[in-house]
Structure formats: C-alpha cells, structure tokens
C-alpha cells in the first residue's frame, strides 16, 4: 500500500509549486524538441464495407466515450456510432490501422477496462425490450450495462431490469487490477439511499458494492502502483452518510482482500480561498513512469458565493501532490486557459509528460463538427508546450471537432478523439509497429448473450402446423398397442437449499448456502425490528456460496433475514412420493448460539 502523504509534505509541495509554477513555452510548433520530433496528424480508418468491393471516404465513428491501449499495435475504442454507416460498437487498433471488432456493445459515452492481453471489459447501452413505467417512461439505457470480451468474442453481458430498487446506475469509469479484480462505478444511488454505485468483478461473480460515505458520482478511474485511484464529481446536493474534510476528490480502491476497501485521499493542492469543491469538475486521471496525473477545469455552472475554478493539473509521486497548474501557480491556469476546460489528460511514459485535450464549455455543452481540436503538453516540472489546434494547417483539412479523449501507449505514441469521431495520431512516422496478428482481435463480434435486462417472451404463435406432411408408411398388420403413461408430476427446486451459519474470528457471521440458478443475495440482521447489520447485495453464480456479516456484541441481533431474487428460472425435478417431500424456508436464517455473547 502506498504511503500518504503528511499535511507537512503537501504544505511543503504548495509551497514549491507557488516558487516554481510553470512557464509558459512558445505554442504552435508542430513537433517537439523533446518528444523526438513527433506530430499530430489525422489517420482516421474507413467505415465498415457495406457490399463486397465497396470503397468508402472516411467519416467521424460517432462519440468515443473511451480509447484504451493494452500495447502499442493493441488497442480498442468503444463507440455510440454514427447513424447506418457506423454501427454503436468497438474497434481494434493492429499498429497499422483500426478496424471494426464489434457492432454489439456500444455505448453512448463508453468505458473500456483491461483484464489481460486477450481480456477487456466495456461499460456499454442497455439493449431495447424492456417495457415503461407505470407513468410511461422508457427503460433508461445508457451505459448501464457491462460486457465481458474474451478470447475475440463477448463471453458475458451484465445488466438489470429497470426501475427497480437494485437496477444498476449508469456507469462512468472502470478499472481492472487483474482478471479477477475489476471495478465498474458511476452515478448516486437512487433516492433514500447514499453512497455511489459500485460493481465489483472477482473472477466468478458480479456483486454491487457501493462506496456508501459519499453520494459523488464517479466519473473517472485507473490502475495505479497496485490500486485503483477513481475520481468523483462533487456537486451541489449531494448526500454524505460521513463527513470530511475536503471532500475527498480521489479515492483509492485496494486489492481484492485488503482492507479497508475504499480509502479517501485528503488534501490534494486544488483550489484557492474561497474556491468552492463543487466549482472544479472531476479529476481526469492518468498514470505512467511512476506518477499520477490529475487534471480538471472548472464546472458549468458556478455555486453562488465560490471563486470560479480555473484549468488545474496536479501530480503525485512517491506519495505527495504537487500543483503544476491552477491557482496557485504563476502563470495560473486562468492566464494560460481563460476560456478552455480539460476533457482528458494522458500521460506518455518514458518522457515523464501528460498531454491535455482542451475544449471549451460551449463546446462541451453543445459539441460543434466544427471546433478545433486543441491539446498541450505539460511536463513533469509544470510548463506548458506546444500548445496547438489540430487538424493543423499544413494537413489541408477542415476542424473535426473538439478534442475528446487522449491516451499515450508508448513514448512518442498517443491518440486523440474528437467530439465527432475523428482519431489523430502523435508519431514521428520513424518507427513502424509489427501487425497484431492475434485471431481474437480479426474478426467481426456480431453476437451478445442475453442478460436479465431483457426479460425472456414466450412466442406469440403456436408452432407450424406439420399433421399433413408427408410420413414414412407403415408394413400392413396390426397397430401395435401403444401405452400412455400418466404424466409426472414435478416440482420446481428451491432457490437457497443446505443453509448453515457459524460464528468465525469471535464476531463474524458466516453463512453458507447452495444456489440452484444465478441470483441477488443480501443478508440483513435485525435486533427486534431495528436493522443492525447487513451485507451488500451481491450478484452470485449458481452453486454452493458463503457471505461473510461481521457483528456487533452490543447489538447482537436476534433474527436474520435472507434475502434473494432469482434471475434465471428455477430447474424442476420429478417429485418423490408423498410424504417423501421436503420444504425448505428460504427467507429466515437460524441465528448461532454463542456463549458469552449478548442475547
């Protein structure tokens, strides 16, 4: 686990941040002294061909909610599509050219999330079919659900039914630290709850996990020196179950089995007097060659009684933040971005530097096909350089809209996506990557399996009519007698069947259990009608699971309660003979004995 940083030491780096803010460099220069004399240039790929032989122009690939490398010729983005020439999917970079990997799984403004070589996750649309309110609202849809790639197909997809207590919130950032250890996280949870919606993968199991002391959205994530660093939006009305100081803007998520599992980051050098959490948006983070990169412009709208917030870049290394840009530096963020705010940062290892992708609030409000694209490069001793439009003028092309996203695979390797769609890419046209030969990123994904999201509809007509068809004909004699055995009656099994509980570590309730299908599980502990105790729901494959409930000595409970939903129909089994059958209760739980314990 990393070490935090004292007040004494962020004092000490506000303080040489105040001595040392960055300076200002000459802007324009299409490359860089000090990036080996890489340029941005447009290397946008063709739409998928429609009919063979058909040639297409170029187009923008929609809005790209997210662009992740796991090597430099590997990568892929997740797109919202652009009407019937660009199917809402994902694409796959070879180190020589993008393709179309799949037209399942897109997203209105899609994450990606690296497991392994061959492993990604995407947080993508709910797919259409499930029915409106009572009032007639649709079913909401965007990025609320998750697909699993694997092996160059979609091996899982993960979602709930609207409009229920436990349906899951739309999802903003995601993050793996192995195969078996990945985090998906977005929005507040839904009224009369606090906290911000949380899943957690851990290699078998999909099980909601809530960050319960805040309710900031979460729109932003990744990995970090072990641990998962996620970046919330603080804004005005948010509830908080747990007050402290700052508000903590960076939270970092440990290893699966390391506790505590969430711990707040305090004291960030961010803002000035009088400058207000809720007027910086959220951190937009990266990480490479040992540091952290964190980079934020200032919210639309301004809180009454707030200085206004201003372009702020921070850095972390060895465990303490230092301010590169924003108030407290000279020039300020103000000074070298009066009108700009950040829309991603990415830092590009082996130079110790971060590129900004800048756009303005008009246009991130309202994205216009024709803004220019800017970016800069800040480096590691805070000064901005090269700050540039882009396309740039030598490239003879129009504006493709305003930067959107960023990301740095290699030094002298990075990509930027516009609003609109379009890729630029920052090469020194030198080096030439071999092709990604893998089969799982070939071919096309077409297919996306079922999720409890859509439920199951029986057909509305009965089958065809096949009682005239021809049949084989039968050798003259007599019929033989056929014998029509009553039918069997069967019963369906119950969802939770072999329960037992036992007290482990003097305070910790362990129940074990079997599932007969996949399910939602959450255990609670009353004392009398008051609730003292109680696990988060959890989203658990079919076959003999356990929950862990830690309890208080001084406010033992005296009765649990399980509760469950199943989300696949329950098997049925040909039912013994009566007076043979057994009914299992599957609701209340048996409460150990302990000695020595409250009653």
Request: proline share 11%; with cysteine; net charge negative.
């Amino acid at each position: 686990m990393r070490t935090r940083a004292t007040p004494h030491l962020l004092a000490v780096a506000l303080a040489v941040a105040l001595a040392a803010g960055p300076a200002a460099a000459p802007a324009g220069a299409e490359g860089l002294a000090d990036d080996g004399g890489a340029s941005w240039r447009l290397e946008q790929p063709t739409p998928p061909t429609l009919t063979p032989g058909e040639t297409l122009t170029p187009i923008g690939l929609g809005k790209i909610g997210d662009i992740q490398f796991w090597a430099p010729n590997r990568g892929v983005l997740i797109t919202a599509g652009n009407g019937n020439t660009i199917p809402a999917g994902v694409w796959a970079y070879n180190g020589r050219s993008w393709h179309e990997l799949s037209n399942q799984c897109g997203g209105t403004d899609g994450r990606i999330a690296w497991a392994g070589p061959e492993e990604f996750w995407t947080i993508s649309d709910g797919r259409p079919g499930q029915a409106p309110d009572a009032l007639g609202n649709p079913p909401p849809l965007e990025d609320n659900t998750l697909c699993h790639f694997a092996g160059g197909k979609i091996v899982a997809s993960y979602a709930s039914l609207a409009f229920n207590a436990n349906s899951y919130q739309a999802m903003h950032a995601a993050g793996c630290l192995s195969p078996t250890d990945c985090w998906f996280a977005g929005n507040p949870l839904p009224p009369g709850q606090v906290g911000a919606f949380h899943l957690h993968w851990n290699g078998s199991s999909m099980a909601e996990e809530p960050y319960t002391p805040e309710g900031h959205a979460v729109e932003a994530m990744t990995p970090f020196e072990g641990q998962l660093y996620e970046s919330v939006r603080v804004s005005k009305g948010d509830l908080v179950s747990e007050a402290s100081p700052g508000p903590p803007v960076l939270h970092a998520i440990n290893r699966a089995g390391v506790q505590p599992t969430f711990e707040a980051l305090l004291g960030l050098p961010l803002y000035e007097p009088e400058e207000f959490a809720e007027a910086l948006d959220f951190l937009h983070v990266s990480a490479a060659d040992g540091a952290l990169w964190g980079a934020a412009g200032p919210q639309a709208e301004l809180p009454a009684g707030s200085k206004p917030a201003q372009v702020t870049v921070v850095r972390d290394t060895g465990g303490t933040w230092r301010q590169l840009l924003g108030p407290n530096t000279v020039p300020s963020g103000q000074t070298l971005f009066p009108s700009d705010i950040v829309s991603s940062i990415a830092a590009e290892p082996g130079t110790e530097g971060a590129w900004m992708a800048l756009q303005t609030q008009e246009d991130a409000a309202q994205p216009s096909p024709t803004a220019q694209a800017t970016v800069a490069r800040m480096s590691p001793e805070g000064t901005v350089s090269d700050q540039q439009p882009l396309p740039s003028a030598s490239e003879g092309i129009g504006p493709k809209g305003a930067a959107a996203k960023a990301v740095c695979p290699a030094p002298h390797d990075c990509w930027m996506a516009t609003t609109q769609g379009w890729l630029f890419h920052l090469t020194t046209g030198k080096e030439e990557l071999e092709q990604d030969g893998d089969p799982a990123f070939a071919g096309l994904i077409t297919e996306r399996p079922r999720d409890p999201s859509v439920p199951q509809v029986a057909p509305d007509a009965p089958p065809p009519d096949i009682s005239g068809l021809p049949t084989e004909s039968h050798a003259s004699g007599p019929i033989p007698e056929v014998t029509v055995s009553p039918p069997q009656e069967r019963i369906r099994l119950p969802l939770l069947s072999n329960i037992r509980t036992r007290i482990v570590h003097g305070n910790t309730l362990e129940l074990r259990f079997h599932l007969a299908v996949r399910a939602r599980v959450r255990l609670l502990a009353r004392r009398k009608r008051v609730l003292v105790a109680s696990t988060p729901l959890r989203t658990l494959a079919a076959g003999n699971r356990k929950l862990l409930l830690r309890l208080d000595i001084h406010r033992w409970p005296t009765k649990l309660e399980l509760k469950t939903q199943a989300l696949a129909p329950l098997p049925t089994v040909s039912a013994p003979p009566t007076g043979a059958r057994e009914t299992v209760a599957t609701s209340f739980v048996v409460l150990p004995r302990i000695s020595g314990l409250l009653p």
